[in-house]
């Protein structure tokens, strides 16, 4: 199984580039899971829930076992573990959200990506149109841990792939 991480910071585009990038390869005939880091994450737990990913779907697919998790869910704005999710022994996982190329997976990786708009501000409002304006407090915290995180952790600068965008048109590859 290969595995691919799409990261970079909330609001860059992330998920739909993952989207496009699953489309892409079961269109090749590769049978291809997509898991979000959203389905994990929390408000008070950005990046501490890798446990879960790893003990439910990254060992598992890496011994060729179907992988399970619960999907966190946000009935009236809390975060609640909600319904299973089943995950295939795929050719190619793909894992998409803000700290998919951790460090901690960054030797099994078969392809890093990093997606991003360098305006905060704009991905803030992004952000904020996905998620409800309710979310605005949070997506700036949320940002702020990010910029410490990603000042940590380095995964921008282990990617194969920089999407770096300050406008629809602009692209880099490393």
Known sequence: MRLVAVDGPSGSG??????????????????????????????????????????????????????????????GGEPVLGAWVDVEVPDVLVVEGVSSARRAVADRLSLAIWVEVGDPALRLERAVARDGEWSRPHLLRWQEFERRWFAEDGAKHRADILRQRSSPLSRQRR
């Open 14 to 75: 992330k998920s739909v580039f993952a989207r496009g990038l699953v489309a892409a390869l079961r269109a090749d005939g590769l049978r291809t899971a997509l898991v979000p880091t959203d389905d994990f994450a929390t408000w008070d737990e950005p990046v501490g829930w890798w446990p879960r990913l790893a003990e439910g779907v990254l060992d598992p697919l890496r011994r060729g076992e179907p992988g399970r998790y619960q999907r966190t869910e946000w009935p």
